[in-house]
């Protein structure tokens, strides 16, 4: 039995994790350098759709299936708004990070609510980016190498 | 290298970098083939975020890097596949009303970039007023080095609530138009299904 694109399987797989990897550093490393939620996101999401190019989209689907990524894309932004919510009940503004630890003399307050923010927006991102390749590429059935 | 070599030499990298956009573009124009099309839109975003990178401007190239090169080219294929892989043949007669119309707007623009300050300009609009408060400001009130990402997530933190609720709105949209499937006598089926029943 011979395996389809063994080459670019073999690549997949070893890609696969430190593009997760490096999603998560540009994820939490926001604050510092370059990159944030929206970023990290979208290479998050790439790293599934790569796997769903190689191996294709029903297999990708058991690893991530759509019912998970839909919950994703909800908590996500719930996770945004929810943080603003929060600091109005901590007594400050909408998303005014500084109530969540007022009495901190260098901002935590504003670190914190940075991390948190970007990441309900690097989950609705990533999911909602699966969530339309899934839609777009579940459409047609395997895709035969003749129609390139 | 003194400063002004290194000043020439971005210039040299610039306007190469903006000739080789310019170059892409028209190829696009003039091609019919869709899928070298959505290659080449692919190398022009790669393009913009390497322009984005020499002007400083890194967070946008790697926005444009993932966004523009990467995921919009994969989403393009996957819209390809639904359709043909060439565009139709376009009458190519030319109407004397388009190109004045278009000379007019271009000599507009071109008109408009007259006003503009120089690059860098300390005293333009955009590096003084707020562009200079936030500068200031962020080491102060927010204490995170990256000045992009506490204008994006705390100045403007309502801006971005109000972005991602775009982003998911897209999500919906996209599961509502192609995700719900067909009704068949009273049954869900799935597009897979759909099509096969109709072979």
């Known amino acids: 039995m011979s395996i389809e694109h063994l080459i670019l399987r073999v690549v997949i797989k070893i890609m696969f994790a430190p593009i997760l990897l490096f999603a998560l550093y540009v994820q939490f490393h926001g604050d510092y350098g370059p990159g944030g939620g929206f970023q990290a996101g979208v290479i998050f999401a790439v790293a599934f759709i790569l796997h769903a190019l190689i191996m294709g989209l029903e297999e990708t689907k058991r690893v991530l299936p759509v019912g998970v990524l839909k919950v994703m894309m909800v908590v996500g932004f719930l996770f945004y708004a929810g943080t603003g919510v929060a600091t109005m009940l901590l007594g400050g503004n909408l998303l005014g990070y500084d109530a969540i630890d007022p009495q901190s003399t260098h901002h935590a307050g504003q670190h914190w609510g940075i991390l948190l923010v970007e990441f309900g927006v690097g989950m609705a991102v990533s999911s909602t980016m699966l969530m339309i390749f899934y839609q777009f590429a579940g459409r047609e059935q395997e895709i035969r190498d003749e129609d390139w | ?199």
């Not at chain 2, 099309?37 to 913009?48: A, K, P, R, T």
């Not at chain 2, 919009?72 to 190109?99: D, F, N, Q, W, Y």
């Not at chain 2, 200031?136 to 204490?143: L, S």
């Not at chain 2, 999500?171 to 299904?193: F, H, M, P, Q, T």
Request: net charge negative; hydrophobic share 50%.
């Open chain 2, 1 to 199: 290298m003194t400063g002004a070599e290194i000043a020439d030499l971005n210039l040299l990298i610039d306007l190469a970098l903006l000739t080789m956009l310019v170059l892409v573009a028209y190829v696009m124009t003039k091609s019919r083939h869709l899928f070298a099309i959505v290659m080449l839109s692919g190398i022009y975003s790669l393009l913009s975020a390497a322009f984005f990178v020499s002007l400083d401007a890194v967070d946008v190239a790697f926005t444009e890097a993932a966004v523009g090169a990467g995921v919009s080219t994969v989403l393009m294929l996957g819209a390809m596949l639904l359709t043909v892989r060439r565009e139709k043949p376009v009458r190519t007669g030319r109407s004397p009303l388009a190109i004045l119309v278009v000379t007019l707007v271009g000599s507009a623009l071109i008109y408009a970039t007259l006003d503009m300050p120089p690059y860098g300009d300390p005293n333009s609009p955009a590096n003084s007023y707020i562009g200079e408060a936030y500068v200031e400001r962020t080491a102060k009130e927010i204490a995170v080095p990256n000045i992009v990402t506490a204008v994006l997530a705390s100045y403007r933190g309502f801006d971005t609530l109000g972005e991602t609720m775009v982003i998911f709105t897209a999500g919906l949209g996209v599961i509502l138009l192609l995700g719900a499937g067909s009704a068949r006598g009273g049954k869900l089926v799935s597009d897979v299904e759909e099509k096969e029943s109709e072979r």
